[in-house]
């Protein structure tokens, strides 16, 4: 019988299988349709902003050349590109400039992990990372105001699923979509500020830093004095890493640490960093089997969809033999284009006629773009599910914690009673040594 007992708790010991259940937590409904409506507020938010149209773009063989990829290939030939074709050149909008060019290295990262060709993944997430620096450096007024409007979605989006994925992994409770929504929007400040701590953080000591290199254009004493200083700027500069190191690595965990312990900014944001340096390679390994496991659950369910709008389709070609009016296409052909694995929604061979089709066409592209928004929302669903399992499971191995562990308002509730609680246990000693002393005198 020990025997036996000793393989069973061996594997109850083992943590990281836990994260094989993100995939039936992520696919619960109320997560899918919070990430689907912070998709569309944030979609709907870049689509209003491009009607400015600010990105450089010419045709080219392959289709659309736009600044950005000017800038992948050269960072220095932007400029010039743009100063070239300002006027004759095309323009599109930046958030369509960037969610294509997202998309498609999400792609080539998804192909690239399945093929075991790590270096390819690095690559792609690296160029999706390069673009924050085309967005900032011409287009910084968008991106502000972009990045606000995003990160105030993400922060009630975001910290709903992770509040209900805390819930779901802690305990195995299953909290409605108002609850984890009221719950997010209380710790808002919390949300929305942890990721900007660190980044003012770093522009702070930074300053620092920039003003000793001023001290050092004074003649003849500056370079003296910034000499003298020089020591105090290398540990800024430690401090800086130390911070960018944490916040990259810790990112992950920031959301997580508020939706399981509702913490304030300052503590989820020192959560998260100690949890990755006390252990790094724990955290690199779980990170690992949720990226890996993901793509794999990503790549099921588009399969799925592809299969409901291949299935959905060819029904729909058996019944349809009437061609369009104007250009002898089949009618369903020219409202609808077959669906492809790569390729859930295309519209670029369409060929409506008249303003039927043109309508039909419209609606069918809408009903699409919503499947694949429900795939988006699956991968968004996915991450901060996954990631709040992440946090549970170093929290245990950091802190001891158990996994069963979750802040709940009860919690505050009792923190809150507990000074009053206190104060009557004091006072009722005093009361009864009253009454002792009252009968001690009556004796």
Request: glycine share 6%; net charge neutral; aromatic share 14%.
């Amino acid at each position: 019988m020990v025997s036996e007992k000793q393989p069973l708790q061996l594997l109850d010991n083992l943590l990281f299988p836990k994260i094989f259940r993100t995939f039936r937590i992520a696919i619960q409904p109320a997560k899918l349709v919070i990430a689907f409506l912070t998709l569309v507020i944030i979609c709907l938010a870049g689509w209003l902003m491009d009607f400015s149209k600010t990105v450089v773009a010419t045709k080219g063989s392959q289709g659309n050349e736009t600044e950005l990829q000017i800038y992948m290939a050269d960072p220095g030939g932007v400029q010039p590109y743009i100063e070239s074709f300002k006027e004759k050149g095309e323009r599109t909008g930046v958030f369509t400039t960037l969610w294509c060019f997202a998309a498609a290295r999400f792609k080539g990262a998804v192909d690239s992990l399945f093929a075991f060709n790590l270096p390819a993944v690095v690559e792609n997430i690296i160029d999706c990372f390069k673009t924050i620096g085309w967005a900032l450096k011409y287009h910084f007024l968008y991106c502000i105001i972009f990045f606000v409007i995003k990160l105030a979605a993400i922060s009630v989006g975001g910290g709903a699923i992770c509040r209900i994925a805390a819930l779901q992994f802690a305990r195995g409770e299953k909290p409605g979509l108002t609850e984890a929504l009221r719950f997010s929007i209380k710790k808002f400040t919390s949300f929305f500020a942890t990721p900007l701590v660190p980044v003012g953080m770093v522009i702070l000591i930074g300053v620092f830093i920039f003003l000793l290199g001023l001290i050092g254009n004074i003649p003849r004493a500056g370079e003296l004095i910034m000499a003298v200083f020089i020591f105090l700027a290398l540990i800024a500069g430690a401090l800086i890493a130390i911070v960018l190191i944490g916040s990259v690595a810790g990112f992950n965990l920031m959301f997580p640490a508020v939706a399981y312990d509702g913490s304030d900014c300052f503590d989820a944001i020192s959560r998260s960093f100690s949890y990755v340096y006390a252990r790094p390679w724990r955290m690199g390994f779980y990170t690992a089997i949720a990226a890996i496991y993901g793509a794999i659950c990503y790549t099921f369910v588009r399969l799925f969809a592809f299969l409901l709008l291949w299935v959905t389709h060819r029904f729909l070609q058996l019944g349809v033999w009437v061609d369009n009016s104007s250009k002898e296409v089949n009618k369903l052909m020219a409202i609808w284009q077959e669906p492809r694995f790569i390729k859930l929604a295309d519209s670029s061979g369409l060929a409506a006629g008249n303003w039927s089709e043109s309508l039909a066409a419209f609606l069918v592209q809408l009903l699409l773009l919503a499947v694949v928004g429900l795939v988006v929302s699956f991968i968004i669903s996915f991450y901060f599910s996954a990631n709040t399992i992440i946090y549970s499971l170093m929290r245990n191995k950091v802190d001891s914690t158990a996994l069963d562990d979750v802040y709940t308002h009860f919690d505050e509730a009792k923190t809150m009673s507990t000074p009053a609680e206190s104060g009557s246990e004091e006072v009722q000693p005093e009361a009864e040594s009253e009454t002792q002393t009252d009968s001690s005198s009556s004796w």
